[in-house]
């Protein structure tokens, strides 16, 4: 019987000596390994075989988000043997931040990272989510204290790469690789939220009165424009009647002179071998008609009477119509 419970103790110790030296890591997890003290080796993911008792895992603090029962949020670290290699977000309270320009506001921030030196996070530093954290705080006030409201509301871009540059350079010797960094939330202060809407207001309505006056200021050079061009067919229309009239007197004249030119051939073809002289029936058709042009001008009851000044000429003119005349019959 002796012999037996010897040999069952045996046996159980070799089997719980088995079963605490084999150890499964599963996928995007390491396991820190410590021999008597002193760091042994790093398991990677698959079956591993350490020397129980001898060989330890070191643990490592990693940061959990509890929730009470009134809705509560806590933050809480807890130890953990096993390093997680996958990326983790943490999502940061709101803190309160000063402004370039004086304006206490909040942010919360969002910071994604990677621990790709599993040794270097557990041997590097004592809380590494804690100390990310605080670094991300006092960076992110750094940062923020350099820019003005607007420029932090306006330039989330520029403060998120400058957040992750400056946090990727100082997490590198813990083993961390910053991946990300995100504001989440920008709350300035009340009095200064309603000032930057009576800006934003006053912003619209100043585009508003722009874009009224651009289109004024379009539709009265559009009006001037189809004025102009009014005026201009109209005065062509009139250059064109005036040239048209022109032409037309000039074509009605050069048909009366040359009217007149053949009546004045005719006539001397028709007083041609007489002693006759057409100039003479010619002055006298002009005499008469210019007198009865003024007895005309002058009215039927007027007592005036128009004669011309040389009445022998105007006599004599009649008289060569007479002779002109018998010369014609003849």
């Known amino acids: 019987?002796?012999?037996?419970?010897?040999?069952?103790?045996?046996?159980?110790?070799?089997?719980?000596?088995?079963?605490?030296?084999?150890r499964i890591v599963r996928q995007s997890e390491a396991v820190v390994i410590e021999r008597l003290g002193k760091y042994r080796t790093t398991l990677n993911a698959g079956i591993n075989i350490i020397i129980p008792i001898i060989d330890r895992p070191r643990d490592i603090a990693w940061r959990v988000v509890a929730q009470r029962p009134d809705g509560f949020k806590i933050t809480q670290y807890k130890m953990k043997d096993r390093v997680d290699l996958r990326e983790t977000v943490f999502d940061f309270p709101k803190q309160g931040v000063i402004t370039k320009d004086n304006v206490v506001t909040e942010i919360n921030a969002l910071i994604y990272f990677q621990i790709i030196d599993p040794?270097?996070?557990v041997y590097e530093i004592?809380?590494?989510?804690?100390?990310?954290?605080?670094?991300?705080?006092t960076t992110l006030r750094n940062v923020i204290g350099e820019l003005e409201l607007d420029e932090c509301l306006t330039s989330r871009d520029t403060v998120n790469m400058k957040l992750r540059a400056i946090l990727d350079e100082a997490t590198n010797k813990w083993g961390?690789?910053?991946n990300r960094v995100e504001l989440q939330d920008i709350n300035p202060p009340v009095d200064i939220k309603e000032a930057m809407e009576k800006q934003m207001r006053a912003e619209r309505t100043r585009r508003a009165q722009i874009i009224e006056a651009e289109g004024t200021k379009r539709a009265a050079i559009l009006e001037a424009e189809g004025q102009k061009g009014a005026d201009i067919n109209e005065a062509e229309g009139q250059k064109q009647a005036l040239i048209l009239r022109a032409e037309g007197e000039a074509n009605a004249r050069l048909t009366v002179a040359a009217a007149e030119a053949q009546a004045i051939q005719r006539i001397a073809e028709a007083v041609q071998g007489t002693k006759a002289d057409p100039t003479q029936y010619l002055i006298a058709i002009k005499y008469i008609e210019t007198l009865e042009e003024i007895l005309r001008d002058g009215g039927a009851g007027s007592k005036t009477v128009f004669m011309p000044f040389e009445a022998s000429g105007l006599m004599s003119s009649v008289g060569g119509m007479k002779e002109l005349l018998s010369a014609t019959k003849d």
């Open 1 to 22: 019987m002796p012999a037996t419970i010897i040999a069952t103790i045996f046996f159980l110790f070799v089997a719980v000596i088995v079963i605490k030296g084999v």
């Open 176 to 178: 961390v690789k910053v």
């Open 126 to 137: 004592n809380n590494l989510p804690n100390a990310i954290e605080k670094l991300t705080q």
């Open 119 to 121: 040794i270097k996070a």
